[in-house]
T-cell receptor, first 113, second 112 residues
Framework: SQQGEEDPQALSIQEGENATMNCSYK?????LQWYRQNSGRGLVHLIL?????REKHSGRLRVTLDTSKKSSSLLITASRAADTASYFC?????????????FGKGTTLSVSS | EPEVTQTPSHQVTQMGQEVILRCVPI?????FYWYRQILGQKVEFLVS????????KSEIFDDQFSVERPDGSNFTLKIRSTKLEDSAMYFC??????????FGPGTRLTVL
């Protein structure tokens, strides 16, 4: 089954605006994480939210988790051109014994100055 | 700040050839992973490795793939006989604390 599907697939905004990306998943999770990937580069861990948490902040990032709706959102406030990247949510499922991350397809964010 | 490194950054090979992708995880990490990302698609889990053995693998990780930790620092992914569909970015990751994986910059594998 698909896990961690983000929307929108692509988002274009102006510098200074806020960017909101959403992620939905299907199975029960231990936690949900957001990663950033600059074009052609590796994945950078942004933030982790546990299944018993509802909201978490880190700098300009705000993540929410609604386990009843099996969804999460990532808000980037006051966006900058340097925030241009792809953003992925990733989950570890309670249904599996291991700790492999299951990624969504990502949202491509473009911030223009 | 410690980081995961991978070599080479780009590998071009002919179909049917063997390739070895190398990773140096962060030194005090105990859990190691390989993921791949076909161009334009999502990142997919391949295999995890702990205590010198495979702890988990996906359906993608068939007999053509193998992993090894030949010494105290390197972690390798070998593809025995590459296929065109093996062309992808391959990411190594490691972690010390559960569920915060640190990813390397990736190796772009191109199979011709």
């Amino acid at each position: 089954s698909q896990q961690g599907e983000e929307d929108p697939q692509a988002l274009s905004i102006q510098e200074g605006e806020n960017a909101t990306m959403n992620c939905s998943y299907k199975t029960s999770i231990n936690n949900l994480q957001w990663y950033r990937q600059n074009s052609g580069r590796g994945l950078v861990h942004l933030i982790l939210i546990r299944s018993n948490e509802r909201e978490k902040h880190s700098g300009r990032l705000r993540v929410t988790l609604d386990t009843s709706k099996k969804s999460s959102s990532l808000l980037i406030t006051a966006s900058r051109a340097a925030d241009t990247a792809s953003y992925f949510c990733a989950t570890t499922s309670r249904n599996q014994a291991g700790t492999a991350l299951i990624f969504g397809k990502g949202t491509t964010l473009s911030v223009s100055s | 700040e410690p980081e995961v490194t991978q070599t080479p950054s780009h590998q071009v090979t002919q179909m049917g050839q063997e390739v070895i992708l190398r990773c140096v995880p962060i030194s005090n990490h105990l859990y190691f992973y390989w993921y791949r990302q076909i161009l334009g698609q999502k990142v997919e889990f391949l295999v995890s490795f702990y205590n010198n053995e495979i702890s988990e693998k996906s359906e993608i990780f068939d007999d053509q793939f193998s992993v090894e930790r030949p010494d105290g620092s390197n972690f390798t992914l070998k593809i025995r006989s590459t296929k065109l569909e093996d062309s992808a970015m391959y990411f190594c990751a490691s972690y010390e604390r559960p569920n915060e994986q640190f990813f390397g910059p990736g190796t772009r594998l191109t199979v011709l």
